[in-house]
């Protein structure tokens, strides 16, 4: 069946260093990528996602390329906020599978001043 | 107007009782999901309905009953509470263009 996996964490960054959480995923179908963003105490958010090979999503300085021939959909971002620290997941969606949504394990990201 | 809304927020109980969370969307979604959130924060999937059908049944027992009404609503009602039942349980429904929207939870603990 269809699966993601992530990068495991926790990661701690100081302010504005490089972020990298890695993503994989296998599929029957041709699916859709995704990352969300859990906050303390609150659900998942969309944060950016991408529908075909080569596309890049992108929101609030972070970004992804779905990667078909290498099946991933690393998360990135420049340079990190203290803000920016919450739950990142990654996750995928099969039309070819009855729409079914797949999350990776979530990488906790913590963000020093 | 909140698009995904989970009642309750939080929900103590023994074990052994039966209880229900209840999920309702407002965005005229057709596919609704049941999704378990364990203390390290890994998310399972558990139920997907498309316009009240059971679409995915993954393998959760059978103590736990999705109901959909209508295509707004997915209940959960779960019989004869575990220990192992305490996690966090969150509703969602999808977009036609596959982006999921997320309820706030619903934290149980079952004591």
């Known amino acids: 069946g269809d699966s993601v996996t992530q990068m495991e964490g926790p990661v701690t960054l100081s302010e504005e260093a490089f972020l990298t959480i890695n993503c994989t995923y296998t599929?029957?179908?041709?699916?859709?990528l995704f990352w969300y963003v859990q906050y303390p105490g609150e659900g998942l958010q969309l944060l950016l996602k991408a529908t075909k090979a080569d596309d890049k999503g992108s929101n609030k300085g972070f970004e992804a390329t779905y990667r078909k021939e290498t099946t991933s959909f690393h998360l990135e971002k420049g340079s990190v906020q203290v803000s920016d620290s919450a739950v990142y997941f990654c996750a995928l969606s099969d039309r070819d599978n009855n729409n079914d949504m797949r999350f990776g394990a979530g990488t906790r990201l913590t963000v020093k001043p | 107007d909140t698009a995904v809304s989970q009642t309750p927020k939080y929900l103590v109980t023994q074990m052994g009782n039966d209880k229900s969370i209840k999920c309702e969307q407002n965005l005229g979604h057709d596919t609704m999901y049941w999704y378990k959130q364990d203390s390290k924060k890994f998310l399972k999937i558990m139920f997907s309905y498309n316009n009240k059908e059971l679409i995915i049944n993954e393998t959760v027992p059978n103590r736990f009953s999705p109901k959909s009404p209508d295509k707004a609503h997915l209940n959960l009602h779960i019989n004869s509470l575990e220990l192992g039942d305490s996690a966090v349980y969150f509703c969602?429904?999808?977009?036609?263009?596959?982006?999921?929207?997320f309820g706030q939870g619903t934290r149980l603990t079952v004591v």
């Open positions: 599929a029957t179908g041709y699916p859709s």
């Open positions: 969602a429904s999808l977009s036609p263009n596959t982006e999921a929207f």
